[in-house]
């Protein structure tokens, strides 16, 4: 059973930066499509990147897009999102996930970003 355990969530002010990690335990990253989703107070999970199991390109929702930057380690088994340029609007639970070739995804539980003077 995979597990993914995510981390380094907090306050942050406005216009700071976040790395956020991800840990994955019971598999090995190489095998899984991965990436982070996040959920606002009030509104729908969204994606807000992903990196391919194929052929690792990487994928990011246009509110990420040039502030964000997912990376992964496959010896440690860990994924990474770089967050800079933090606004408010950030603030969210934010998910990491893994989904194996047959389309199942595991998640994590969750680690809380708030962006906020």
């Known amino acids: 059973q995979l597990q993914l355990v995510e981390s380094g969530g907090g306050l942050v002010q406005p216009g700071g930066s976040l790395r956020l990690s991800c840990g994955v335990s019971?598999?090995?990253?190489?095998?899984?499509?991965i990436g982070w989703f996040r959920q606002a107070p009030g509104a729908e999970r969204e994606g807000v990147s992903c990196?391919?199991?194929?052929?690792?390109?990487?994928y990011y929702a246009d509110s990420a897009k040039g502030r964000f930057t997912i990376s992964r380690d496959n010896a440690k088994n860990t994924v990474y999102l770089q967050m800079n340029s933090l606004e408010p609007e950030d603030t969210a639970v934010y998910y990491c996930?893994?989904?194996?070739?047959?389309?199942?995804?595991?998640w994590g539980k969750g680690t809380l970003v708030t962006v906020s003077s």
């Open positions: 019971g598999g090995t990253l190489d095998y899984y499509d």
């Open positions: 996930y893994a989904r194996n070739i047959n389309a199942y995804v595991y």
């Open positions: 990196i391919s199991r194929s052929d690792g390109k990487t």
